[in-house]
C-alpha cells in the first residue's frame, strides 16, 4: 500500500508560482509512475501532469502545458509540479496519484493510490 502525502498548497496572486510536494512511503517509489490531477469545487477531476519511473517521459494538461513542470526525486520518494503564471481557473484541490506499470496513463481511473489533496487558491 503506497501512502501519499501532499503539500506546498496555499493562497497565491494571479500570474505567481508555487511548488507542490508529493511525498511517499513506498521504498520502490521509482517502480511507479507518477502523476498530478487537480478538482475543482462542482468540476470533474481533471489531469494536470504525469511523469514515467524513471522521469524520461512526461504528459501535461492541454490547460496547463507550458505553465506546469513536473518532476521526481527517486532517492527522496518524491514528486514536484512547479506551476508557474498562475491563474485563477487554476485553483482547485491538487491530487498526487501512483501507478505501477509501464504506461504513463492520463485517465484518474488508471491510478491506484491517491494522495489528500492540498488547496490552491489563486487570486485575481
Known amino acids: 500500500q503506497v501512502q501519499l502525502v501532499e503539500s506546498g498548497g496555499g493562497l497565491v496572486q494571479a500570474g505567481g508560482s508555487l511548488r507542490l510536494s508529493c511525498a511517499a512511503s513506498?521504498?520502490?517509489?521509482?517502480?511507479?509512475?507518477m502523476a498530478w490531477f487537480r478538482q475543482a469545487p462542482g468540476k470533474e477531476r481533471e489531469f494536470v501532469a504525469a511523469m514515467s519511473q524513471s522521469g524520461s517521459y512526461t504528459n501535461y494538461g492541454a490547460s496547463v502545458k507550458g505553465r506546469f513542470t513536473i518532476s521526481r526525486d527517486n532517492a527522496k520518494n518524491t514528486v514536484y509540479l512547479r506551476m508557474t503564471s498562475l491563474k485563477p481557473e487554476d485553483t482547485a484541490v491538487y491530487y498526487c496519484?501512483?501507478?505501477?506499470?509501464?504506461?504513463?496513463?492520463?485517465?484518474?481511473?488508471?491510478?491506484?493510490?491517491w494522495g489528500q489533496g492540498t488547496q490552491v487558491t489563486v487570486s485575481s
Open positions: 496519484a501512483a501507478v505501477r506499470g509501464i504506461y504513463l496513463p492520463a485517465g484518474a481511473s488508471d491510478y491506484d493510490y
Open positions: 513506498e521504498r520502490t517509489f521509482s517502480l511507479y509512475n
